[in-house]
């Protein structure tokens, strides 16, 4: 079993949709949940960073973790074309060097 | 601001052939330093990761080896590159925190 695990899609959505990423781990140690977005053949680039249980809002984004249930979710409200990326959740544990990925989720946002 | 350089962003080199990928960061010092592989359709696999000058840690035997001869750079080398290293690397860095700050990759294609 991986220790985390991500749909990876395709998602498909029309413009000004709200979407909801997840993802699943069986790691309780990990304390530190982490959403990238990577465009192709991109690097990929930090959307949000939360260490707690809860929401986190930044403008359209809201990073929500569940640790209770080893669960976190991304929603991305009014979603743009521009939204249409490949998203990755990662996580590290405490004093860990290194984070641990999900395979990512492919999004597309239809005009 | 801190910045990361990688280059080549794309290469094609040979089969048995030698390979040096750089990458050097601006704008922080004694960064954590770390190489990513990433294939296609698949999460982020970590090669190695660096926490000073000279310390390297392997994450996974292969054909690969890396080196930071100086604190802001790590470098990824192979003596013969075999089909199977194709693939998307990634050089990244953290500091205090957990999240990881990536570069924008190299495409390797071996032929």
């Known amino acids: 079993q991986k220790e985390v695990e991500q749909d990876p899609g395709p998602l498909s959505v029309p413009e000004g949709a709200i979407v909801s990423l997840n993802c699943t781990y069986s790691?309780?140690?990990?304390?530190?949940f982490m959403w990238y977005r990577q465009y192709s053949r991109k690097g990929p680039e930090l959307l949000m960073y939360t260490y707690s249980s809860g929401n986190k809002e930044d403008g359209r984004f809201t990073a929500q973790v569940d640790k209770s249930s080893k669960y976190i979710s991304l929603f991305i409200r009014d979603s743009q074309p521009s939204d249409s990326a490949t998203y990755l959740c990662?996580?590290?544990?405490?004093?860990?060097?290194?984070?641990?990925f999900g395979s990512g989720t492919r999004l597309q946002v239809q005009p | 601001s801190q910045t990361i350089h990688q280059w080549p962003a794309t290469l094609v080199q040979p089969v048995g052939s030698p390979l040096s990928l750089e990458c050097t960061v601006e704008g922080t010092s004694n960064p954590n330093l770390y190489w990513y592989r990433q294939a296609a359709g698949r999460g982020l696999q970590l090669l190695f990761y660096s926490v000073g000058i000279g310390q390297i840690s392997s994450e996974v035997p292969q054909n690969l080896s890396a080196s930071r001869p100086q604190d802001r750079q790590f470098i990824l080398s192979s003596k013969k590159l075999l089909l199977s290293d194709s693939g998307f690397y990634l050089c990244?860095?953290?500091?205090?925190?957990?999240?990881?700050?990536f570069g924008q990759g190299t495409r390797l294609t071996v032929v």
């Open positions: 790691n309780s140690a990990f304390q530190y």
């Open positions: 990244a860095w953290s500091r205090d925190r957990a999240e990881a700050f």
């Open positions: 990662a996580m590290s544990v405490a004093g860990r060097r290194a984070l641990t």
